[in-house]
């Protein structure tokens, strides 16, 4: 197996990359093992929240270079399937109730660095370095990185990043917003599981459904997001996950200050 599976009794999972000796690169066979770890966790209730991250030292290195070149004698059509099998994976993400939560604890290149950039929040090491590396390979960006990358940064950021196959540190991601906290390598992984428990711990109906409306806020106008935010609230607000919030916080002795 090259993904591994853990979960915990605080409503997270873990899913490692653990294709250490090649950075985790993206192979067929580490993707067709992801997906079914997605799976796995898409069904299950009692996840929360998840935490992505690599074995070794590394995230994910990208597409397996090795793996391309024994898979030239493949057909068009060949090539095209297992694309489409691999861009399930983003899919999943954006797309499962569950809030992911990336800890890049190495190099995030190109599918790799798309990954980071569709789970909801990511964590990321001081080491790790994050870059596209399609151009020089005579290929486009996959994996979805040309839209997760202009939505994040902006067109102009996107297109440096891209045009000049630049590579950037830890710091400059956070600055122009791709990761939202810098850990040393020893509290990374803890961080990103101390903040997954958090977002678990959410009332489930209510997680699932923000985690919707920030990703349709993503291409939804104004107008349409003010229609559905009413829609969901107004059947959120008669819940009992809600009856249950409002009275722990009347009972904590908090009742005196507007819960919002």
């Known amino acids: 197996m090259f993904v591994t599976l853990d979960r915990f009794d605080t409503g997270v999972a873990v899913v490692t990359l653990n294709r250490p000796e090649r950075m985790n690169a993206l192979s067929v066979d580490l993707a067709g093992d992801l997906l079914k770890s997605l799976d796995a966790i898409a069904i299950d209730p009692a996840i929360g929240a998840v935490v992505l991250t690599g074995a070794g030292r590394g995230f994910c290195a990208g597409g397996d270079v090795k793996e391309m070149e024994l898979n030239r004698d493949k057909t068009l059509a060949q090539r095209q399937a297992e694309l489409a099998m691999m861009h399930r994976i983003p899919e999943r993400i954006a797309g499962m109730p569950q809030v992911f939560v990336a800890a890049v604890n190495g190099v995030a290149y190109g599918a790799g660095f798309a990954i980071v950039l569709t789970c909801d929040i990511a964590f990321t090491s001081q080491g790790a370095r994050f870059g596209t590396a399609f151009l020089k390979q005579g290929l486009v960006s996959d994996f979805g990185l040309s839209y997760q990358l202009t939505r994040l940064a902006g067109p102009a950021a996107a297109r440096r990043v891209i045009f000049l196959d630049q590579v950037l540190s830890a710091q400059e991601a956070i ?13 990374l992984k803890p961080a990103a599981i101390a903040a997954a428990e958090k977002i678990a711990r959410w009332p489930g109906e209510a997680r699932q459904e923000m985690k919707t409306l920030l990703r349709r ?44």
Do not use: C, P, Y
Not at 222 to 235: F, I, T, Y
């Open 217 to 260: 806020a993503e291409t939804a106008t104004h107008r349409e997001m003010l229609d559905r935010e009413a829609e969901v609230q107004g059947r959120l607000i008669v819940s009992e996950d809600h009856a249950k919030a409002v009275d722990a916080f009347n009972a904590s002795g908090s009742g005196n200050r507007n819960m919002e």
């Open 175 to 187: 600055s122009i917003g791709l990761v939202s906290e810098i850990h040393s390598d020893e509290a």
